[in-house]
């Protein structure tokens, strides 16, 4: 199980998308392909950040799952069709050309949420991106057949420094509605079964 910390404890967060091993492996092929270096992101860790909370004290925390608990949002498809790298900043991602309204309403929402509670608001403007590698050099741009991601669920992510690198532990999951042909709610989502896969 994963440790949710007691009251006290300070864990570093942040909200994000985590894909499936099935996504995950699809971009991680790509991006041995078609990124050449850099340090690359591992697999396990592939993820789209929505919000980066930075340490999150008990209060904090109370008030960040107050927005998960009250939280409506709709199911959407993501296509990851984009290979790219901001050449300042050394990144290389892969990410959606278009992004669809559900993800830019959902983030409108959550960031309008974060403002509320006082928890940190991430100060860049939202560009939906997977990060695959830091430190790249610049390379060119590729289309890719998209990677078609379901997307049903926000996950709250604590990240732990460790010497080695990033490792991250999904706490919680908070459900997005699947909305079928007929326009209504069906199913809700789950709790995380512990790591992350
Ligand atoms: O998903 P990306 O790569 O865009 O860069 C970190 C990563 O973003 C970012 O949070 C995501 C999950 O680790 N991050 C790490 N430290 C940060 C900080 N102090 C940060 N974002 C803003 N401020």
Known sequence: MPDKGSDG?????????????????????????LVPDGRRVPTQNLHITLA?????????????????????????????????CWPRRRISWIAPSQTPATLTRL????????????????????????TLARGSAPHAFHNVTPVVWSIDRITVVRSYL??????????????????NTKGWPSGGGRMPSGNVE
Not at 57 to 75: H, K, P, Q, W
Not at 109 to 117: D, F, G, I, N, V
């Open 162 to 179: 460790d010497p080695g690198g990033a490792r991250y532990e999904i706490l919680y999951e908070w459900p997005l509605q699947r909305v």
């Open 107 to 130: 983030n409108r929402k959550l960031r309008e949420q974060l403002r509320t509670a006082c928890l940190p608001v991430p100060k860049r403007r939202f560009v939906p991106h997977m």
């Open 9 to 33: 404890e300070t864990q570093r967060l942040f909200l994000a998308l985590w894909p499936g091993a099935a996504v995950r492996g699809a971009v991680a092929h790509l991006a041995r392909r």
């Open 52 to 84: 980066f909370l930075g340490d999150v004290t008990g209060d904090a925390r109370s008030r960040m799952l107050a927005i998960g608990a009250n939280l409506t949002g709709s199911a959407f498809a993501l296509e990851l069709d984009r290979i790219g």
